[in-house]
């Protein structure tokens, strides 16, 4: 019987390369930079939360409501966006910076997003302010910088 399981070593070679290669297809570099410029380079996978990827490696970004589940809405378009019922982001702490040659790989800010930054963060955010709770990572943020502000004192905000 289990040698009716066992698998010849080509064959086994072969799902072991497919693996490797699905493996590496789907992990993608992305580089922490922190205010005194110290750069952490990781490996994430495609469909990850950014906030969920500095979490594992212990970059110092919170995100205590964790994105808040589904959005308040969704940019489907330049000229629409959706309404949709979700509660949303509602801490706005784990603000990072994407350099703005990185823009055209993001999603739209949605207007709450933008918004709760601005209350949030005040002079801090600016136009390459996201939340990482809202950047779900794909193939083409393979190279992703990020920039991670200060914590402003979470008791105040
Ligand atoms: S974790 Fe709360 S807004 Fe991102």
């Not at 380079?41 to 995100?63: N, P, T, Y």
């Amino acid at each position: 019987m289990l040698s009716r399981l066992s698998l010849t070593a080509p064959l086994a070679q072969r799902l072991v390369r497919r693996s490797m290669s699905t493996v590496m297809s789907n992990t993608i570099n992305i580089t922490f930079v922190d205010l005194e410029g110290n750069r952490a380079q990781v490996k994430a996978r495609v469909g990850q939360r950014l906030l969920d990827v500095a979490q594992r490696f212990k970059v110092d970004i919170e995100g205590p409501c964790e994105g808040g589940g589904s959005p308040t809405e969704v940019v489907r378009t330049k000229d629409w966006t959706e309404t949709t019922y979700g509660e949303g982001p509602t801490c706005f702490v784990c603000h990072v910076k994407i350099p703005s040659r990185f823009n055209h790989l993001l999603d739209n800010q949605t207007l709450h997003e933008k918004l709760g930054l601005e209350d949030a963060w005040e002079d801090e955010a600016g136009n390459t302010s996201r939340l990482a709770c809202q950047i779900f990572l794909e193939k083409k943020h393979d190279g992703l910088v990020c920039f991670v502000p200060d914590m402003p004192p979470i008791d105040v905000i």
